[in-house]
């Protein structure tokens, strides 16, 4: 089956999920869940040896490969998409249809009772005042949220590197990492792609091409 560069691009997304700081997660159990390193030696890149103990990411491996040299570097390895954004999370106009419990179509004040994050913005995503809201409602009234959420992320984002920054140069070394961030020690060197020693604000925000 014949299947496009986004499709490859979000299917191999999901291994490097962690990478990134830009929206930490306060939850305790998330925290103490282990997850498997792909990078196994921390050389920054990805060998055709070590993707294949992830049987999507070796399934597209030659795809992502770029340069055909048989490993994947940082600018290779494709993004997590912020599926929060595109209705992935509970709230979301995907995780929303659960909410229409008589199937037609809409949802009532009643029905999105079962969701407080909704309720309390009824009236907000409500756009016709009709007092039911459907698919088109909600997906205005997340991408007229979207500046202030991409705000507050990044907000909490900068807020986490200023702790972590204990010398205040505008970088953090491995050593600051290690002590502030224990999480992200162990890809240090996948992220650090100038091997400079050094992570940035650029190293650690999630991009297009990073």
Do not use: C
């Not at 070590?50 to 992502?64: I, M, N």
């Not at 990044?154 to 505008?170: I, S, T």
């Amino acid at each position: 089956m014949n299947r496009s560069p986004f499709y490859v691009a979000a299917l191999a997304a999901a291994m490097f999920a962690g990478a990134a700081i830009a929206a930490p997660q306060d939850d305790a159990a998330s925290q103490q869940r282990p997850r498997m390193k792909i990078d196994t030696n921390q050389d920054g890149v990805i060998t055709r040896e070590e993707a294949s103990k992830f049987p999507r990411l070796a399934e597209h491996f030659d795809t992502l490969d770029k340069n055909h040299d048989g490993k994947l570097d940082a600018s290779e390895r494709p993004q997590r998409r912020g599926g929060r954004e595109h209705g992935g999370h509970r709230g979301g106009p995907g995780g929303a249809a659960k909410l229409d419990s008589d199937g037609d179509g809409r949802i009532s004040k009643a029905e999105v009772a079962k969701s407080p994050r909704l309720s309390e913005s009824f009236a907000q995503i409500d756009a016709n005042h009709d007092g039911y809201i459907v698919r088109s409602e909600l997906r205005g009234y997340f991408e007229r949220e979207r500046p202030k959420r991409e705000a507050e992320r990044a907000k909490r984002f900068d807020e986490k590197f200023a702790q972590a920054d204990l010398n205040r140069d505008g970088k953090l070394s491995k050593l600051e990492v290690q002590e502030k961030m224990p999480r992200l020690a162990s890809e240090f060197a996948f992220l650090d792609e100038d091997r400079d020693g050094f992570l940035t604000k650029a190293d650690l925000k999630p991009g297009p091409h990073r």
